[in-house]
């Protein structure tokens, strides 16, 4: 019984199992397979670079980055150019075709249009028919000449030739100005191979005057047309106010002339001592031409009218051949420092020094310039050579005495440009530095001498007095008076008009319309 019941059991038991396998494997034959689609995009090809830094999935996912960069630079379209068909190049035909219808054909007188072949009906010219009539300007340009400009201009030689021996019989050809306008008539030739015959020339050979040259017959003949001109010295006066340069630009002075007017009166007197109320009193020269032409020339007159102090009256007057400023009282006066006598740096100053052959310690009396072998040495003022020569230790020396107990010497000189008893004048050359006497090398040693002493160039002023006396200083009241009588702004009172030669119309017009209005033909 125990037996069959165990044996009941265990066939139940295998039962049971075998019933539970299939239980198992019945649901696994039902799921479906996924495809490859599915599977790659279950891939996290892209992750999220800011999550688990250094993780496989993060160097996975900057390779996929890294790769997609490739490609997309790989892949970049390219912007150059795209070159499409070139045009063939004109023919000869073509290209003049096109040219003849142009703007440049036309600038230089063609007419636009295409090309036309003659037909029989022209008739070829057996000559070029010219001009009867040539009219043009020429201009005289700076430096050049007039009976160049003549023949430039298609004048004969000879023509030119005797037209320049009357005008510089008449005024001095190099008084003409540059950029003068020269208007020349050219007649009729005879031949081709002549020179066109010279009608007329007319130009403004000064400022007051005009000049005509005309054919009459077979000759030329000369015409003086002479233009009035005002030559009333224009003056300007004024209240010094805050500026004296910008209230004398106001009343109307002109900018060069004020420069001028400041140096001399900052030669008398300080500018920062006048006061607003004092007056500018300028004169400059100044010609007006009946033509409407104005000239403004140098200053003349400088002078300030002081409140309560003397007054400033400076003239300019020539002496001789100097040309310099004088007071009132006929005295002229020039102060300033002396120039420098060669263009260089000082290497050595005046005083005490260890002379570099000599080896001890002795008096410099003079200034060192560095300057190389045959640089020109300059008088540093007017004056007169007193010694040119060899002179010890200094060489080949010049001294110049330049008056009043005042000269100066230049020493180690290669070669003079001067002699004993010459004359010079400020920046002279008066000859070239060297190295001869005791010297180390090419420089030059100045020395100026004060009473035969010798005295430190860097310290001293020169003052230079001139005095007119006699029939000059009468000349040079006179010219003073003269000026200080000029009202001022009389020069630009309206000029009266001139009587002027009738002259005869010219043209056939002219003398219709003279005739019908009864009044001189315009233009």
């Known amino acids: 019984m125990f037996e069959g019941k165990d044996m009941r059991f265990a066939s139940a038991g295998v039962g ?25 995009s279950e891939l996290d090809l892209v992750p999220d670079l800011g999550e688990d830094i250094g993780s496989i999935r993060w160097f996975r996912g900057l390779g996929t980055l890294t790769v997609l960069s490739v490609c997309a630079l790989a892949l970049l379209p390219d912007f150059g150019p795209v070159f499409g068909a070139q045009p063939a190049l004109p023919t000869e035909a073509e290209f003049e075709e096109a040219r003849a219808q142009m703007i440049m054909p036309i600038a230089y007188g063609s007419d636009s249009g295409k090309r036309m072949a003659a037909t029989d009906t022209v008739v070829a010219l057996a000559g070029s028919p010219e001009r009867p009539r040539i009219e043009l300007t020429a201009t005289l340009g700076r430096g050049d000449s007039f009976s160049r400009v003549l023949q430039r201009a298609g004048v004969g030689g000879s023509e030119a030739s005797y037209v320049t ?31 066109r015959p010279l009608e007329s020339v007319a130009f403004r050979a000064r400022f007051d005057l ?6 009459n017959g077979s000759g030329l003949q000369l015409v003086r047309k002479p233009i009035a001109v005002d030559e009333t010295p224009l003056r300007i006066r004024g209240v010094v106010g805050d500026s004296l340069y910008r209230s004398a630009r106001a009343a109307g002075a002109p900018a060069s002339a004020i420069q001028d007017y400041l140096k001399v009166i900052s030669g008398r007197t300080s500018l920062s001592s006048l006061r607003p ?53 006929g005295v002229g006066e020039s102060k300033g420092a002396l120039s420098r006598p060669v ?126 006396s006699g029939s000059d200083l ?49 233009g």
């Open 16 to 40: 049971g199992s075998v019933a539970l396998a299939d239980a198992m494997i019945t649901p696994l034959r039902q799921t479906t397979i996924r495809s490859w689609v599915d599977r790659i």
């Open 165 to 195: 021996s009357l005008v510089s019989g008449v005024t001095s050809l190099g008084g003409i100005e540059p950029g003068t306008p020269i208007d020349i008539v050219l007649g009729k030739r005879t031949t081709k191979n002549m020179a």
């Open 210 to 215: 005009n000049l005509e040259i005309n054919r």
């Open 277 to 329: 109320s004092d007056e500018f009193d300028i004169i400059v020269d100044y010609k007006r031409a009946e033509t409407g032409e104005v000239k403004v020339g140098n200053l003349l007159y400088a002078g300030v009218d002081r409140d309560g102090r003397s007054a400033i009256q400076m003239l300019k007057w020539t002496m001789g051949e100097t040309t310099q400023w004088f007071e009132a009282s």
């Open 343 to 468: 263009n260089g740096a000082i290497t050595s100053g005046f005083g005490m020094r260890r002379h570099p052959i000599l080896g001890y310690s002795r008096m410099h009396s003079g200034l060192d310039f560095k300057a190389s072998y045959g640089t020109p040495i300059y008088a540093v003022t007017d004056g007169t050579v007193a010694f040119a020569g060899r002179k010890g230790g200094y060489g080949n020396f010049v001294q110049l005495n330049h008056g009043g107990g005042l000269a100066s010497g230049y020493g180690h000189m290669s070669r003079f440009a001067v002699s004993s008893g010459t004359r010079v004048r400020r920046g002279q050359i008066i000859g070239y530095v060297g190295s001869t006497g005791l010297s180390t090398g090419p420089h030059l040693h100045y020395e100026l001498y004060r009473g035969g002493r010798a005295v430190n160039p860097m310290s001293v002023k020169f003052t230079q007095r001139a005095q007119l």
């Open 474 to 522: 009468a000349r040079f009241k006179g010219r003073l008076n003269n000026l200080k009588s000029v009202k001022a702004g009389a020069a630009l009172a309206p000029l009266r008009p001139t009587e002027r030669i009738k002259e005869e119309p010219k043209r056939e017009i002219d003398r219709l319309t003279q005739n019908m209005d009864g009044r001189p033909p315009r």
